[in-house]
């Protein structure tokens, strides 16, 4: 029962903490609003309009025991009626109206019938409280003829009403606006920080983010700050190592190159220089691995321009079909290194490549197919693993160490990305890239 419940608070509120935290701070307001009118209007307007309209009344059936009993002296008593209580008294033959003048859902007109019935009895009173903007009609029906009254809208109805609902309904909007407002002034530092770490998980640089907020809040993002500069500074260490490494082995091999080429066996010195080089493109790859992370600035990038010069590269063996325009934020240099990788790849052991282009709403997705042996299913996850290579059937680099599939797969990631593989149309493999606008 309680976790039903849960379920369906938790689809009910809203998602965003903005919204919620403002749930909190007007709810209370509105309810104690809504509270104080209710008891308001119930004890004290309600009862306030009963008993003056009772008194005005208990004033009309006074004047009409008056006209009937002593119809002498009918001039003072409308003159000091008149001068007294601002009331208009008038006299006719005409019959009370067959159509009411009453409002249904007014609380005075409700009070003011309640009050008449029970004086003067059913079919005997007529009433309008909207005919005049100030006053109230009424008329009576007394032994054939009509006693007709405008009495003043006061003494019928409390004025203050209106008055007490505004000042009600003021001070709370005027709260909930302020209440806006430092809302909007604490949630903005959690958003700054929210963008800044999707923007380190993507590999792009973090450098004009400030601290700001609430203490708690300024205590968080200095420590995410702190936590993307030791890693920052840790990827810097790695890639400056090995292109050190790199750097400083790529001299005795070259000074190896030299001796075999002056070696009189020849037989020897071929078999020697074959290990060299491929001790040159393993120390390329783990350069190439270790760049994926290096620091490139984010910007904008248009896709069919960015495949067009692929296309470029490899001429009639790579068909792509493109759709519309699409530009999206990344780093186009490691995302043209990942692309000629795969294809490098479908070529390597295929005789074409084919790239389809869509996109939705938010993402867009990229379809790599070649007409190559593809790789069994049950290694699709062993692919992406560093230095692993599938020697039975296919590798991203034949002559390599195993590194194609993962340097790909983590600059895909990085750009909030995923990267999945398949079987193609074409009896090869197909490898499906999805990334965010």
């Known amino acids: 029962m309680f976790s039903g419940l849960n379920k369906l608070i938790k689809i009910i509120l809203p998602k965003r903490l903005f919204y919620r935290a403002l749930i909190i701070v ?17 004890s004290v307007w309600i009862k306030a309009n009963k008993n003056t309209t009772r008194a005005l009344v208990a004033q009309l059936k006074t004047i009409e025991e008056i006209y009937i009993n002593d119809k002498k002296n009918l001039d003072f008593l409308t003159d000091s009626y008149k001068n007294n209580f601002d009331f208009e008294i008038g006299f006719s033959k ?11 859902f007014s609380p005075m007109d409700r009070s003011l019938r309640r009050e008449l019935k029970s004086t003067f009895g059913n079919n005997n009173y007529w009433f309008s409280t909207s005919k005049f903007k100030n006053a109230v009609e009424i008329k009576i029906n007394s032994e054939g003829e009509v006693i007709e009254f405008l009495v003043p809208k006061e003494m019928v109805s409390a004025s203050s009403v209106r008055l007490f609902v505004l000042w009600t309904t003021l001070p709370s909007v005027i709260l909930i ?21 999707e923007k380190f998980g993507k590999g792009d640089y973090v450098n004009d983010f400030r601290p700001s907020g609430a203490q708690e809040i300024r205590k968080a993002a200095y ?7 030791r890693i920052n500074r840790h990827l810097n260490q790695r890639s400056e190592m090995l292109s050190g490494i790199s750097h400083d082995l790529r001299t005795p091999l070259t000074r190896l190159k030299l001796q075999l080429a002056m070696l009189d066996k020849k037989e020897v010195s071929k078999n020697m220089s074959k290990d060299i080089d491929e001790m040159e493109k393993m120390l390329n790859d783990y350069l190439q691995f270790a760049k994926t992370q290096a620091q490139e600035e984010t910007s904008e990038i248009d896709l069919n321009y960015l495949f067009k010069e692929l296309e470029k590269n490899f001429d009639e063996n790579l068909k792509v079909l493109y759709n519309e325009k699409i530009i999206f934020s990344g780093r186009p240099i490691a995302l043209k290194r990942s692309f ?24 867009v997705l990229i379809v790599f197919e070649d007409d190559g042996p593809g790789i069994p299913e049950d290694q699709y996850k062993n692919v992406f693993k560093p230095f692993f290579r599938l020697d039975k059937s296919r590798s991203l680099n034949q002559s390599g160490v195993g590194l194609g599939l993962a340097i790909v797969e983590d600059i895909i990631n990085s750009h909030g990305g995923n990267i ?14 999805s990334l965010p606008f």
């Open 177 to 197: 606006i302020i209440a806006l407002i430092f809302l909007k002034n604490q949630t903005r530092p959690l958003v700054k920080l929210a963008k800044a770490a």
């Open 340 to 363: 000629e990788n795969i294809i490098q790849n479908g070529l390597n052991y295929g005789k074409k490549v084919f790239i389809k282009i869509s996109k939705s709403s938010n993402r």
């Open 94 to 104: 005409e019959k009370i109206p067959n159509i009411t003048g009453e409002r249904r």
């Open 223 to 229: 420590e995410f700050d702190r936590m993307a500069k």
């Open 26 to 42: 007007a709810a209370p307001t509105i309810i104690l609003q809504i509270i104080i009118t209710i008891v308001f209007y119930d």
């Open 420 to 433: 999945q593989l398949g079987k193609s149309q074409y009896n090869g493999l197909l490898v499906k890239i």
